[in-house]
C-alpha cells in the first residue's frame, strides 16, 4: 500500500475451472506473471510489488458431486490457498489467507498481504445466494465483507463472487439473479445465522452506505447479435436465440460490444447492477473456447467473464482501475479468465446518491442497511435516510429469512440427490455401482422365478 496516499491495490481474479483440477505451480505461475506485469515498463527490476489485497472468484471450482454429495471441494481448492500464501516461494508466506465462502460450486477467497504493515482485517462476514435450478448452488454467489484499515483511516468492501444462469437468450433471467442477490444477501453480526427467525437490526445488505463493492465472475452474459443485414440499425436489439455468426470485419471488441448483454442490460436503468461501473473492455471474447484457445464452432464468443465495481466516491473517480483484461495463458477450461488490478482509497466513501436509491426503492431494494438518526454527509454529499420506507426493508428481509430456511432443509436434500445422480450416471465408479445393482436384481429376479417354478 502506498502511505503517502493511503491507497490499496487490489488484485480481482474471474475465473470459472470447469471442473478441471488445477496443480498449486499452474496457479501460482499465473498470478506471479499477472503481478509481476505490473512492474512494467521498469522489467529490469527483480523486485515484485504484490497487492496488499488478493480476491480470487471460483466457478465450478470441483465437481458436482464433490460439493454436493461428499463435501469435499477443499481438495480442489488447497492449490488456489497454497499458490497465493507462498506466492514467491514454497518457504515464503506472502498472504495470508483471510476468510473462504462457499455457495456450492462457486467460491470466495480472500487474501492479505503479510508484509504489509499498514493494513488489518477485521469484522470479517460472509454470506451465500444459491440460483440454480431449485435454487440449488449449481449458480449463485459467495460474498465476503470486511473491514480494512491502516494506522490512520480505514473502510469497508464487498467482494462478490458470482455465477449466473447460463445459455444464449436467457438475459433476463440473469438480470433477474442480480436482483435476487440484491434482495437476499444477508451479512449478519454474528456471521453464524442460521435460523431464520431473526429481526432486521443485525444485517447488512449488499448496498450499504459506506461500503465499496466488487462483483466479479463468470455473470453469463452473452452477445446477442442479430441478423447480418440489421447490425448497422439495431444495434442493441433483443433475440431469444443466436443466429448463425460469422467472424467480425475489423475485431470482436469493434464489431461486437454494442451487442453484448450486460452493457445493454446496464444501460436500460432499473433493469440490474445499478449503480455499478466496468472498466473498459478491450479483450476478446472470454467463452467459449476449446484446449487450444479457439472459439468453438456455432457458439457466438461472448465476454461472459466480467469486473464490476460500485464506486461512491464524489464524482465516481476515486477508485481506479489500472489494468482490466483477460489472461488466455492459463488453461483447463472452456472460459477465459479475467482479472482487474483495481486502486482503492482506504476511505469511507460516504452515502448512496439519491437516483440510486430511487432506483433501489423503485425495484423493492432496500436503499440502506439503517435508517441515520442523521443525514449521512461525506465530501460535502448529503442525503436524508429517514425516507426510505420500512415496508422495503420488511420485504427484503422476509425473502432473506426465506432464503435461509430453504437453504437449511429442502435445498439440501434436492443437491444431496443431484450429486447423487451426477455421481452414479458420470462416474466410473459410479456406472459400476449402477450395473451392479442392474445385474444383481436381473440375478434376484431369476432365482425367485426359478424358486417359485420348483414349488409348483
Not at 66 to 78: M, P, Q, R
Not at 242 to 263: F, I, N, T
Not at 424 to 445: D, M, R
Request: charged residues 20%.
Amino acid at each position: 500500500m502506498n502511505a503517502e496516499q493511503d491507497n490499496l491495490k487490489v488484485l480481482l481474479f474471474a475465473f470459472n475451472c470447469a471442473q478441471v483440477p488445477h496443480t498449486t505451480s499452474v496457479i501460482r505461475e499465473a498470478i506471479l506473471s499477472i503481478v509481476r506485469d505490473q512492474q512494467k515498463p521498469q522489467p529490469q527490476s527483480q523486485s515484485v510489488v504484490e497487492p496488499d489485497l488478493i480476491f480470487l472468484s471460483l466457478q465450478e471450482l470441483s465437481t458436482v458431486y464433490d460439493c454436493f454429495l461428499w463435501g469435499n471441494e477443499d481438495e480442489s481448492l488447497a492449490p488456489f490457498v497454497d499458490a497465493i500464501t507462498h506466492l514467491t516461494g514454497i518457504n515464503d508466506e506472502v498472504y495470508e489467507h483471510v476468510a473462504t465462502c462457499t455457495a456450492g460450486m462457486t467460491v470466495a477467497l480472500l487474501f492479505r498481504r503479510n508484509q504489509s504493515e499498514f493494513i488489518s482485517i477485521s469484522d470479517v462476514r460472509t454470506s451465500v445466494v444459491t440460483l440454480g435450478y431449485f435454487e440449488t448452488g449449481l449458480k449463485g454467489v459467495a460474498s465476503i465483507r470486511a473491514k480494512v484499515s491502516s494506522a490512520t483511516s480505514s473502510t469497508e468492501i464487498t467482494f462478490v463472487a458470482a455465477h449466473f444462469s447460463a445459455n444464449e437468450g436467457y438475459r433476463e433471467i440473469r438480470d433477474h439473479n442480480f436482483q435476487d442477490i440484491a434482495r437476499k444477501l444477508a451479512f449478519f453480526a454474528d456471521n453464524n445465522v442460521k435460523s431464520p427467525m431473526q429481526d432486521g437490526t443485525d444485517r447488512d445488505f449488499l448496498y450499504k452506505d459506506g461500503s465499496q463493492v466488487f462483483i466479479l465472475g463468470d455473470l453469463n452474459y452473452r452477445v446477442a447479435l442479430p441478423p447480418p443485414s440489421d447490425r448497422d440499425n439495431q444495434p442493441t436489439a433483443r433475440y431469444s436465440r443466436m443466429p448463425k455468426w460469422v467472424a467480425p470485419q475489423r475485431s470482436y471488441v469493434e464489431d461486437w460490444l454494442d451487442y453484448d448483454e450486460l452493457s445493454i442490460s446496464r444501460n436500460e436503468v432499473g433493469t440490474a447492477f445499478y449503480g455499478f461501473d466496468e472498466a473498459q473492455v478491450a479483450f476478446p471474447p472470454t467463452y467459449k473456447v476449446d484446449s487450444n484457445r479457439k472459439y468453438v464452432p456455432g457458439r457466438v464468443p461472448s465476454w461472459c467473464d466480467r469486473v464490476l465495481y460500485l464506486d461512491m466516491f464524489e464524482g465516481g473517480s476515486d477508485i481506479k482501475i489500472e489494468k482490466y483484461t483477460s489472461f488466455p495463458e492459463l488453461h483447463g477450461s472452456d472460459h477465459i479468465p479475467v482479472y482487474a488490478i483495481a486502486k482503492v482509497p482506504l476511505e469511507k466513501p460516504g452515502a448512496l446518491s439519491e437516483q440510486l436509491v430511487a432506483t433501489l426503492l423503485k425495484n423493492s431494494i432496500a436503499a440502506s442497511t439503517a435508517i441515520a438518526a442523521q443525514p449521512i454527509t461525506s465530501r460535502g454529499v448529503s442525503l436524508d435516510r429517514q425516507g426510505a420506507p420500512t415496508s422495503v426493508r420488511a420485504r427484503q428481509i422476509k425473502l432473506q429469512n426465506r432464503h435461509i430456511a430453504a437453504r437449511t432443509g429442502r435445498v439440501k436434500n434436492m443437491e444431496m440427490l443431484i450429486g447423487g445422480i451426477a455421481y452414479l450416471t458420470v462416474t466410473p465408479k459410479g456406472n459400476g455401482l449402477v450395473l451392479g445393482a442392474v445385474v444383481g436384481l436381473v440375478c434376484a429376479y431369476v432365482l425367485l422365478r426359478t424358486f417359485a417354478f420348483g414349488i409348483n
